[in-house]
């Protein structure tokens, strides 16, 4: 393996590692009890965190894609571009699903109960598909370029 691919498996397992973070601070937050009186600041809090984390995915989503490991995986194993194209599409619908949610997050005003049941909820969801989405690119790294090394052979 070249030392660029070794870069870019190295940033992506980085960003990888950094998202599962970011991931275990924003299930931190949703899970706080908020009452009427703390809503907007928690609310703010949340709006932060999620457009930093919306470009800190969209950022990584570009690592992989253009020019990154994805194209290596089409290269030296042809066979697994079903895998890939299913990762690039799960891109995009995480993409869109999360730019929603921000919408969301962005329009949620006062404190309403249902509302932030409901949103919290979402989040979740969001959160589980990206954690299995992530796990299975890492499979996929790790069949690529431990194989590359000569390590897994």
Same mark, same amino acid.
């Given at each position: 393996?070249?030392?660029?691919?070794?870069?870019?498996?190295?940033?992506?397992?980085?960003?990888? !590692?950094?998202?599962?973070?970011?991931?275990?601070?924003?299930?931190?937050?949703?899970? #706080?009890? %908020? =009452?009427? &009186?703390?809503?907007?600041?928690?609310?703010?809090?949340?709006?932060?965190?999620?457009?930093?984390?919306?470009?800190?995915?969209? +950022?990584?989503?570009?690592? &992989?894609?253009?020019?990154?490991?994805?194209?290596?995986?089409? =290269?030296?194993?042809?066979?697994?571009?079903?895998? %890939?194209?299913?990762?690039?599409?799960?891109?995009?619908?995480?993409?869109?699903?999360?730019?929603?949610?921000? =919408?969301?997050?962005? +329009?949620?005003?006062?404190?309403? &109960?249902?509302?932030?049941?409901? !949103?919290?909820?979402?989040?979740?969801?969001? !959160?589980? !598909?990206?954690?299995?989405? +992530?796990? #299975? #690119?890492?499979?996929?790294? &790790?069949?690529?370029?431990?194989?590359?090394?000569?390590?897994?052979?």
């Amino acid at each position: 393996m070249s030392k660029t691919n070794k870069d870019i498996s190295k940033r992506i397992r980085d960003d990888h !590692l950094h998202m599962k973070t970011a991931i275990r601070d924003i299930r931190k937050l949703i899970k #706080e009890e %908020v =009452k009427p &009186e703390s809503f907007t600041p928690w609310i703010k809090n949340l709006q932060k965190i999620l457009s930093y984390f919306n470009t800190e995915i969209h +950022e990584h989503f570009e690592l &992989e894609e253009d020019g990154g490991f994805m194209d290596d995986v089409l =290269k030296l194993k042809p066979q697994k571009k079903y895998a %890939v194209s299913q990762l690039k599409t799960e891109h995009e619908l995480m993409s869109t699903d999360l730019r929603r949610i921000i =919408k969301c997050v962005d +329009e949620a005003g006062t404190y309403d &109960e249902i509302k932030k049941i409901n !949103l919290t909820q979402r989040i979740r969801d969001f !959160l589980d !598909l990206l954690s299995v989405h +992530e796990a #299975e #690119e890492n499979l996929l790294l &790790e069949d690529l370029y431990l194989q590359d090394d000569g390590i897994a052979d």
